[in-house]
């Protein structure tokens, strides 16, 4: 598996370990390093956990407005797309971006490629795991897909009517 | 009509290429089938019986002659010369190569087209009025605010993979036109006692497999948080609508499981946080779309031109097309004229690219230069004057698109059905041809008065056969073709979802079937009764009594 991801648009290492359940659902956690778990994971071990350099994922039905600790508690914030049409995500994303206020890298993991790289930047995403069978290289072009929008973002909040010159 | 500035047209031309992109990844393998599925589908293309699909979109179904001439050019370059029209306002390529269709898409950016959202788990192409604007009976213009959302919701990116298919109408008239009631979400624009715009939204109608009307969530917004509280529909919508099951993903469904309250309340929830945000509509912005949506150049005509009521008076038949197909324009001395894509043996809703060219040249003539797509799957000419209504039948006749039938029993609404489909149970278009050869005599079929006839192939509604007043649904009874009937369906501000009436009829039986429903009507009307008031009065039992009449009594279940 590739370990490289695109961090602020550069293609970086990755120094977080990822803990994903078995299918049985157990977790099991490495002794040393920056781990990423599972929120719900991370809700039922914080004690445990306590001390450590951890990051959270979000899966699509968790709720970031359960977190019981302020949002830049975290270094980083991970939202899992199992699949890259469950677009749950993106809320999440925007949900942590505008009405959390966290500051931090926020990663996508999971079915990232290229064709989804724009709409994740635009709602907050500022780091993409992308899936290992994809080309990274070709992948990051995607950040710029589009380079005007017409609506409200994360990184451009200003919707498009607040910056057309308007002409009468 | 709005027109691009270099934004509009920067976005669609970067489109053009992002999708030139994915062709080209996925002809290379680069993408997977599942991959590029979703992709292709926001971009219109399906993929068909016989070929893919090319749906385009035509933002409320309006159009400039230019754009009418290059959709005739590529039905000519890339297709077999002709397109279809559809139930969204929208156009549909039936023929068109894979490979080509980052060229046509290129081509339709030359003229501010594209298939942006016409397919996928996305915000659709917004509907509306097809006589917006021109209405006698308008009571605000809801172009304006059609394409205020038709910005907003364009790669809108947080709502780019929603859990299924998301439709908006509005509508600004005292008749719905726009069947606000049976989308997603639903918009009435309104004027309150003191002359201010506001908007009643209802959410959670739609057709389809769980047909449903929707609800009034919120009988006043004020035109600046249109947005951001669409904003907070689409965020519930997004997050809590239901993703493991495609037939039960649709709002509808979550607003029913929630109860609308519940679901209003949510959605109040969600906009407190989002109101008065960047997203806030200003006045000089809701300005800037007011101003590509003013009357064209009016002359001052009176209210009845001499001529056109002497024409008339000596000729039958131009007075019968006008009775049917001219609606009454709010503009003293103007008429909008609706062009019937309904003559018996054409599918309904095609249009060849002649007839296109054709088209072209009338809006010119005759209606500065704008055409419309209706949902009832015509195309209207919006600002003719009454003076020239008898040059543009003439001409219309010539075309072979004036056919003095709408709103009559032979102005089937019709999905592409088992021809091109490949979801269909059974085919559509052959049913509707025949039917109208059995009601062929004009006499008849006007006396017989307004009747809504809509068929669908499948389940999936497509030609609204739900809100029909007859309402034909193709099922599949051991794998043979076979059709539904229900009776009292009807769209506007009263909508209402048809009954089935009993088991399913065989191809040929069907028009028939039809006939008998008609004497049924014909037998119990009084006066100039619709055939839906005697439904209303009478119910379905006589309906029932005379199409089953003589058939052994046989146990279907319906398939509804
Ligand atoms: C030929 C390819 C087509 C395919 C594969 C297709 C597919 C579908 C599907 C799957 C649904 C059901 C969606 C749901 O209930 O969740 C649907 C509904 C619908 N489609 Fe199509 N369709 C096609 C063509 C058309 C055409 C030609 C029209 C217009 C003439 C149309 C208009 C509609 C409408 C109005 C609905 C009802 C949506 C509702 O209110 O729930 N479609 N279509
Ligand atoms: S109703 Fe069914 S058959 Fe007709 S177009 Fe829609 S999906 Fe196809």
């Known amino acids: 598996m590739s370990n490289q ?12 370990t990822r803990v994903v359940p078995d299918a049985e659902g157990g977790v099991s956690v490495p ?35 359960s977190l019981p600790v302020d949002a830049n508690t975290f270094a980083m914030i991970a939202c899992d797309f199992p699949v890259f049409t469950d677009g749950r995500g993106f809320s999440i994303g925007r949900l942590l971006r505008v009405r959390y206020g966290f500051t931090g890298e926020l990663r996508a993991v999971g079915d990232v490629f290229k064709d989804t790289l724009n709409y994740l930047a635009r709602c907050g995403f500022t780091a993409f795991e992308v899936r290992a069978d994809k080309d990274i290289n070709e992948a990051i072009k995607g950040i710029d897909d589009f380079t005007e929008f017409y609506q409200s973002s994360v990184d451009v909040p200003n919707p498009l009517f607040l910056r057309r010159p308007v002409t009468a | 009509m709005y027109i691009y500035d270099d934004y509009d047209q920067k976005i669609v031309d970067q489109r053009v290429a992002q999708y030139r ?62 397109v279809h029209f559809t139930t969204r306002q929208n156009v549909q390529y039936n023929w068109p190569a894979l490979e080509n269709v980052p060229e046509m898409l290129a081509e339709l950016a030359t003229v501010q087209m594209h298939g942006i959202q016409t397919s996928g788990a996305c915000i659709r192409n917004t509907t509306s009025d097809q006589f917006a604007g021109v209405a006698h009976d308008e009571i605000v213009d809801p172009r304006p605010w059609c394409e205020i959302i038709r910005q907003w919701s364009t790669f809108h990116p947080e709502f780019a993979h929603l859990p299924r298919k998301f439709k908006i109408a509005v509508n600004g008239a005292a008749e719905d036109r726009a069947a606000v009631l049976v989308h997603d979400i639903g918009i009435n624009v309104k004027l309150n006692a003191a002359g201010e715009v506001g908007f009643e939204i209802y959410v959670g109608g739609g057709l389809g497999r769980t047909p449903m009307i929707g609800d009034l969530i919120k009988p006043w917004l004020e035109p600046k948080h249109l947005l951001t509280y669409l904003n907070a529909v689409l965020r519930v919508y997004n997050r809590y609508g239901r993703r493991d099951n495609k037939y039960k993903a649709r709002i509808k469904i979550l607003v029913k499981a929630m109860t609308p309250e519940a679901f209003a309340a949510k959605v109040e929830q969600e906009w407190a946080f989002e109101k008065d945000g960047p997203q806030t509509l200003t006045d000089a912005e809701i300005a800037r779309n007011h101003r590509f949506f003013t009357a064209p150049a009016y002359e001052t005509l009176p209210a009845d031109d001499a001529e056109f009521v002497a024409a008339k008076a000596a000729n039958p038949a131009f007075a019968r097309w006008v009775e049917r197909n001219v609606f009454a324009h709010k503009v003293p001395g103007y008429a909008a004229v609706t062009l019937s894509l309904k003559k018996t043996g054409v599918p309904p809703g095609d249009a060849t690219d002649a007839q296109l060219d054709d088209v072209a040249n009338l809006a010119d003539r005759f209606s500065f230069g704008e055409v419309r797509v209706s949902h009832g799957q015509n195309l209207i000419l919006a600002d003719v004057k009454q003076s020239q209504l008898f040059a543009l039948w003439e001409e219309a006749k010539r075309i072979g698109f004036a056919t003095p039938n709408i709103g009559l029993l032979t102005d089937v609404i019709c999905c592409p059905g ?33 009747i809504d006839v809509n068929m669908s192939g499948c389940i999936n509604a497509c030609g609204h056969h739900h809100v029909g007043n007859i309402g034909v649904l193709g099922v599949d009874k051991n794998n043979a073709e076979y059709y539904q009937i229900t009776l009292g369906g009807r769209q506007g501000a009263d909508a209402k979802i048809g009954k089935v009436i009993g088991p399913s009829f065989a191809q040929e039986e069907m028009p028939d079937v039809m006939s008998k429903i008609i004497d049924v009507f014909v037998a119990n009307r009084e006066g100039e009764e619709r055939f839906i008031d005697v439904f209303d009065r009478i ?8 199409v089953y009449e003589g058939k052994p009594i046989r146990k279907e279940k319906a398939d509804v």
């Open chain 2, 539 to 546: 119910g379905a039992e006589p309906f029932k009594a005379k």
């Open chain 2, 21 to 82: 992109d994915q062709t080209r990844r996925y002809l290379a393998g680069e993408l997977t089938d599942d991959e590029f599925r979703p992709l292709r589908l926001q971009n219109g293309l399906y993929i068909q019986r016989l070929a893919p699909m090319l749906r385009v979109a035509i933002p409320y179904g309006h159009l400039r002659s230019a754009q009418v001439r290059k959709l005739a050019e590529l039905a000519r370059k890339y297709d077999k010369g002709y």
């Open chain 2, 418 to 450: 088992g021809d091109f489909c490949a979801l269909a149970n059974a085919k559509s278009i052959p049913v509707a041809q025949a039917i109208q050869e059995r009601f062929d005599n004009l006499d008849y079929l006007f006396d017989l008065g307004e």
């Open chain 1, 5 to 16: 991801l695109i961090i602020n648009r550069d293609i970086v290492d990755n120094r977080w």
């Open chain 1, 31 to 65: 002794s040393e390093g920056a781990i990423l778990v599972p929120y719900q994971y991370w809700l039922g071990h914080r004690d445990e956990l306590a001390g450590r350099e951890v990051a959270i994922c979000f899966a699509p039905d968790d709720e970031p407005e």
